[in-house]
């Protein structure tokens, strides 16, 4: 897919595109009052859907109804809770998921196999499944196609997270606007049982269910798939995508321009929210993008990332602006992947820090000024192949332990 | 290998068993004034040498130097520098190592061949290598046969350790008694570049290469391969293990009764300084015993166990006393190893806490109670097959991250 596509940014998350309204409304599964805990999302017209979700086998209830829907492929609505994940819940939590795209359905004149059902927060206690349908009929009446609804939905999405996050853009697509906008929650991958990923994105293209599974394939590999805050993985990760062809533009059937831009949209709208939950990360002071280039192979190249962006070394090095190269390469030589010390290159913050097998020349002081930043770059070179991967994190502070620890189930 | 053996604890470590003499004297690498950072030990005859050394492809130098000698299978001495790990040092480096072999051996009047060479310490500076040789000739003027050698020996090898960690046994082996000692050093797998794992052994057993070597890939497999603080690997981890035969057994040839005591003895010095590690690890408050049983394979209860051990969130949580059980049951079903929650049983310290998919109704305050105590003991059951597998690991507290962002290279 061609890189450096630009996106006129524009109102609105999840409303941001025709056809579609939400609502965020209070539902009293939070414990603080009036705390909004209850999502909606309709379309006007039926819309092809598809979704990546958490590979983890105790995957909640929720999970496990919205892949049918997607499987089916297509969707009107989405209702999300936050407060409790239903995960860990056994057959009771199967019949609340199911519950929970009845009532929605019934409340919007649906069939229940076109309504998606998430749920994010605390694992392993049942659903309170009466708040829930109380706020669903609540959220259903206040449903607006507006700003405002987009970002009540989004605050209703919100666990652990501290700001809301949120982005739409507009693209051209086959001589028609078409618009691509979506909000995500998450802190930690789990965060005190509380958190989760969770991405919802909606467009007006026309597209078929098909088309669109590969396009979201494609924007979940570079986005939500390259991010780690602690390395851990939720039973409750989920992205999902409602496209309903309210925009007019030929229904996109098969490769080409017109798939291409709006995979890129949609790749933009999904890098965007996972920069977020990223910089968002507990405790996070620092944002780092770890680059590795030139391995052997794709997959050496990622888990080369990975383990330097997942070691506890590394990132505490970077909360304290400490230019330890030493742990970078120790994390990238111990991770099973290709490496030699003898052809690496680390520059850290665009200072050479590392050469082939030595620490580079660079005066201290200016690999320090570069640690300094809110934003790190780490760019380790293998010198093996043609293999390049990113992956964006964040630091580890105290503050990450005192989120984790502190808090009690 | 029988289990349960129990063995007489003696005093001293690598002066335990006959023939070893050992010291500890300071060279001046490490910042603080006369702390001991140069350790060494003599055996009055050739011993049998086995060593398992780092995975890492950064390997230092003097793990390099250590594999030939330990392939030859011969050894008569062994020195160690704390301070300064030789790592990512180039050729320069493999100089370095050599230089410090010579230099014993000349002391020694040994072939350098037989003389292993272990550094531990910041990684990508160059070793003082004149500090390093005159604390050779210091310490080969000070080799005592007794326990306060054994001592110093355990404190030179020591970087960010609050503790030295020394054991010894004796077990009668052919009839004849035979001791088995040793100290390691180690606090988080790398810490503030001033860490790794080393461990040395030494026994009087005669005993072939061949059979020691087996006996060591047995005993690191239940002992320093069970254990992770941060799940980092360093650039310099080893064990090796010296065998002199002084005690005056028939040699170890082969497998059968002597061949199990001396293992198990091994084992048992083993375990008790990987638990060591454990417990002085970076900023520990906790020490935990993660089982896992009924797995499907052997691999599968491994990586379920190191899942679970490295969990950042597993271990803030361990940190607060928090029963967490949906952390421990995320992490096991999020690692790639078969898992199905519906057949899993968790008990924490000993309380049920998850049966097949569910909450336990055990009281919330029966968790919390069991989570207050120092050593916490996770149980998972997979029930999915009969292989079991032993993690020993530590929490995350404010202060592993204290130590590693404070830290300045």
Not at 9 to 15: A, C, E, P
Not at 157 to 168: R, S, V
Not at 374 to 390: H, N, P, S
Request: charged share 20%; proline share 3%.
């Amino acid at each position: 897919m061609p890189r450096g596509w630009k996106f006129r940014r524009t109102n609105g998350g999840v409303t941001a595109a025709k056809g579609f309204s939400a609502a965020g409304v209070p539902c009293g599964i939070k414990v603080r009052k009036n705390a909004p805990d209850l999502g909606l999302i309709l379309s006007d017209r039926t819309c092809s859907v598809a979704g990546v979700f958490t590979t983890s086998s105790a995957a909640a209830a929720p999970v496990r109804w919205c892949r049918e829907v997607v499987r089916r492929g297509a969707a009107r609505a989405l209702v999300v809770n936050s407060g409790n994940a239903n995960a860990c819940t056994g057959e009771r939590g199967e019949r609340d998921a199911a519950a929970m795209a009845i009532a929605t359905a019934g409340e919007l004149g649906l069939d229940p196999a076109e309504v998606c059902v998430c749920s994010t927060g605390i694992i392993g206690r049942p659903l309170p499944v009466e708040k829930v349908v109380a706020g669903i009929i609540d959220a259903a009446e206040t449903l607006l196609p507006d700003e405002a609804a987009a970002h009540a939905f989004a605050r209703a999405i919100m666990t652990t997270d501290t700001a809301e996050k949120t982005i739409a853009v507009r693209a051209v697509i086959g001589g028609k606007v078409v618009a691509v906008g979506g909000s995500a929650k998450g802190a930690g991958m789990i965060c005190p049982d509380m958190a989760t990923l969770l991405s919802f994105v909606t467009t007006d293209a026309a597209v078929s269910p098909a088309m669109l599974r590969r396009a979201v394939r494609f924007a979940a590999d570079a986005s939500f798939n390259r991010i780690t805050v602690d390395g851990d993985t939720s039973t409750n990760d989920s992205l999902l995508v409602l496209a309903n062809g309210a925009a007019g533009n030929r229904r996109i059937e098969r490769a080409g321009a017109a798939f291409d831009q709006l995979a890129a949209a949609l790749e933009f709208v999904c890098i965007h929210l996972a920069k977020m939950i990223v910089r968002d990360g507990e405790g996070a002071t620092k944002f780092v993008e770890v680059r590795v280039r030139t391995a052997a192979t794709q997959k050496d190249a990622a888990t080369v990332a990975r383990a330097v962006a997942n070691s506890p070394l590394v990132k505490c090095a970077i909360n304290g602006c400490d230019p330890n190269w030493g742990r970078i390469i120790s994390a990238a030589a111990s991770c099973g992947a290709r490496f030699h010390p003898a052809r690496a290159v680390l520059h850290i913050g665009g200072k050479l820090a590392f050469k082939k097998g030595l620490a580079a020349r660079t005066p201290i002081a200016d690999l320090e000024a570069a640690m300094k930043h809110k934003d790190i770059e780490i760019d380790l070179a293998l010198g093996l192949g043609k293999a390049d991967a990113t992956v964006w994190t964040c630091d580890l502070s105290r503050g990450y332990v005192a989120i984790n620890a502190d808090y009690h189930t």
